[in-house]
C-alpha cells in the first residue's frame, strides 16, 4: 500500500533529522524565529466569494511526475499574480518529489500564506516547519489519535503557526472539530486507494460549522465543479494537478475563477 510505504519512510526521515539536529535545538531555533506570519485564516475570509489555494506538485504516487520543468519560484509568482489567496507547497520529497526548501526559496518573491502540505504526526515536523519558513502547514486527521491531534496544534499555537486539518470520513471531522479545529480540509481522494470521490464533499460540508473555514480538497478541475460546491456553501479550493498539469497555469486559474474560457 503506497501510504504505508510514504508512513515508513517518513517514520525513518524523522528519526534521520533528529540524529543530525536535536529537538531542543531546533525548539530553539523555532522559538526564535521573528519572521511575521502571514495568516492563512484571514487569507480565506476575505472580501471574496473564492478562494484558492494553489498548490506547487512536481509528482504524486497515483499520477506519476506532472510538470517538467518544474519551476517553483516562477510559478508562485504566477499564482499571486493570477489572484491566489495561498500557496500550498508539498514538501515530501520520494513520493511528491517536494523540497522542504522550497518554502524559504518562494517566500522572498510571495506576500500571500504558504502553507506546508507533507505527512506531518511529529512535533519535531512542527518546530521545523516554523523554521522553514511556512505560515501553516497540514494534517492528515487518519493519520493522528486525538490526543496527537492536540499535542500538534498546541505546539502550532506557540509558534503561531495556524493548522489546516484534513479529513475524508465523519469521524475524522467529528474530532477536528471537537478540538476546535478552524480550518479543515475535506480530501475527496482516499488515500488507501488513491481514488478520488467528489461525493465526499458533498456529503461532509453539511456539518462543517458556519465559523469554521471549508476547503476543498482533490479531484477539482473545472469552473463548474466549483460553481456546484459553492452552491453547497464551500468558497475555498485546494487544487494541485489541474494546475501542474496546465501549459498555461495563468489562464488556468482564471479559468477556475470564472474568469477566463477553458484552457489546456
Do not use: W
Not at 58 to 67: D, F, I, M, N, T
Not at 113 to 123: N, T
Not at 244 to 257: C, D, G
Amino acid at each position: 500500500m503506497v501510504l504505508n510505504d510514504i508512513l515508513e519512510h517518513k517514520r525513518q526521515e524523522v528519526v534521520e533529522l533528529k540524529s543530525r539536529f536535536s529537538l531542543p535545538a531546533l525548539q530553539q531555533m523555532a522559538e526564535r524565529e521573528q519572521g511575521k506570519i502571514r495568516s492563512l485564516q484571514r487569507a480565506l475570509t476575505g472580501d471574496r466569494k473564492l478562494h484558492l489555494i494553489c498548490e506547487l506538485k512536481k509528482a504524486s504516487p497515483s499520477e506519476g511526475l506532472l510538470r517538467n520543468p518544474f519551476e517553483p519560484k516562477t510559478l508562485a509568482q504566477v499564482f499571486e499574480l493570477a489572484g491566489a489567496s495561498a500557496i500550498s507547497v508539498l514538501t515530501e520529497k520520494r513520493y511528491f518529489q517536494g523540497n522542504p526548501q522550497t518554502l524559504a526559496e518562494i517566500r522572498p518573491l510571495t506576500s500571500i500564506p504558504l502553507l506546508r502540505k507533507d505527512f506531518i504526526f511529529d512535533p519535531y515536523q512542527v518546530y521545523e516547519t516554523r523554521v522553514l519558513g511556512a505560515d501553516a502547514f497540514l494534517i492528515i486527521a487518519m493519520l493522528v489519535s486525538k490526543e496527537q491531534l492536540q499535542e500538534l496544534l498546541e505546539i502550532a499555537r506557540k509558534l503561531n503557526l495556524e493548522v489546516l486539518v484534513e479529513v475524508h470520513t465523519k469521524e475524522e471531522l467529528n474530532r477536528a472539530l471537537e478540538v476546535g479545529v478552524q480550518v479543515i480540509g475535506i480530501n475527496n481522494r482516499n488515500l488507501t486507494t488513491l481514488e478520488i470521490d467528489l461525493a465526499v464533499s458533498e456529503q461532509l460540508i453539511r456539518f462543517i460549522p458556519k465559523n469554521t473555514i471549508a476547503v476543498i480538497e482533490s479531484g477539482i478541475e473545472t469552473p463548474e465543479e466549483i460553481q456546484h460546491f459553492q452552491s453547497l456553501g464551500a468558497h475555498c479550493f485546494l487544487v494541485g494537478t489541474a494546475l501542474m498539469k496546465s501549459q498555461n497555469v495563468k489562464e488556468k486559474i482564471l479559468e477556475l475563477s470564472g474568469q477566463k474560457t477553458k484552457v489546456n
